[in-house]
């Protein structure tokens, strides 16, 4: 019977020093300390992390960079320009001179100042011969204009094909056709309620 007690009592001491050894616990009359390991940094997951970090800044400075060009993007609405009488006439006067330089056919100058929501005070018209023509009376007009009142175009276009330049000074546009194109889109007529005026 004592025999049973003493084996529980060695047993329960076994098991205390073991559980004690397992939490790190140190031995009686022992004054070392155990400390708990701690698990060494990878240097490679310090280098991921430094790779993301840059990353994440690069593409900070990009979307920046986007943002301010996005600032310094010309309005894409069409701007009004002011001018007086006299400068609107004397742009219209060099533009007929550029057109009659180069022998321009059928000059037409549309006035839409009294029409409400137009895209401009005048549209002046010409037609020519062929692709060569209305490219050498396009080039003419920008030259003249140039000229005579330093003024550039807006906005041209029309130039590869050569059939239909449009010449955009803002307050008065260009059309520079062929013949045959000029008859199909009848400008004139779809503006029927401006004062039309031909020029010799």
């Given at each position: ?19 004690s ?38 593409l ?9 060009a ?17 400068q ?9 001179d ?103």
């Open positions: 019977m004592a025999k049973k007690i003493v084996k529980k009592i060695v047993k329960k001491a076994a098991a205390k020093k073991l559980t050894l397992a939490k790190g616990k140190p031995k009686k009359g022992s004054s070392k300390k155990v400390v708990a390991k701690k698990a060494p940094v990878k240097k490679e997951t310090l280098s991921a992390a430094k790779v993301k970090l840059a990353e994440k800044d690069q900070n400075k990009e979307a920046n960079i986007i943002a301010s996005d600032k310094k993007k010309k309005p894409t609405k069409r701007p009004l320009k002011s001018a007086t009488k006299k609107t006439n004397g742009l219209l006067d060099s533009i007929v550029g057109m009659k330089e180069k022998k321009a056919k059928n000059i037409t100058v549309i006035d839409l100042a009294k029409i409400e929501n137009r895209i401009a005070d005048y549209f002046v018209v010409c037609d020519a011969d062929s692709n060569t023509h209305v490219n050498a009376i396009a080039d003419s007009i920008e030259e003249t204009v140039a000229k005579q009142t330093g003024e550039k175009p807006y906005h041209s276009e029309g130039h590869q094909n050569g059939e239909w330049i449009l010449i955009d000074y803002i307050n008065i546009v260009v059309h520079v056709f062929q013949k045959e194109i000029r008859e199909y889109y009848n400008i004139e007529g779809l503006w029927g309620d401006a004062e039309i005026k031909t020029i010799d």
